[in-house]
């Protein structure tokens, strides 16, 4: 499938510094910073540095460093916000039907309370 990247996406703008940022972690290869809506006490967004779509074109596209990199990040930031023993959620939305709203691949995390049935019927 061929994808193509808006530059001018926010999480772009983000990683070009021309949005701040409250960073959790910031590795070679990814971003991980608050959600500026937060739906739980911790709601991280994680990114990674390239361009992205989602995270279909991430696992096709990225190179390993990449890939490794970006799942690291994410294992960092459970443990940072001292998520792992209660629980968290990982979502990353996807196009029209994934209700994807910034085109630049995702991951939430989502921690701090109880996080309700994963998804509503219908
Ligand atoms: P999506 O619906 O694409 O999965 O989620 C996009 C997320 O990005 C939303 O949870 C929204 O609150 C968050 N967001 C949108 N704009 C900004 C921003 O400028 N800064 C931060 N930190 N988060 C943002």
Redo the contacts with the bound molecule.
Sequence with gaps: MAYTYDENN?FAK?LRGE?P??TVVETDHSLA?????P?APD?V?VIPKGPYVNYAHFAEAASDAEIVDFNRTLGKVVALIGAGDAGYRL?S?AGRNG????PHL?V?ILAGRPLGPMLFSG
């Design positions: 926010i983000i949005i940022n409250s910073f608050r959600d500026i809506n739906l709601h967004l979502i939305n209700v994807q709203d910034v995702h939430h």
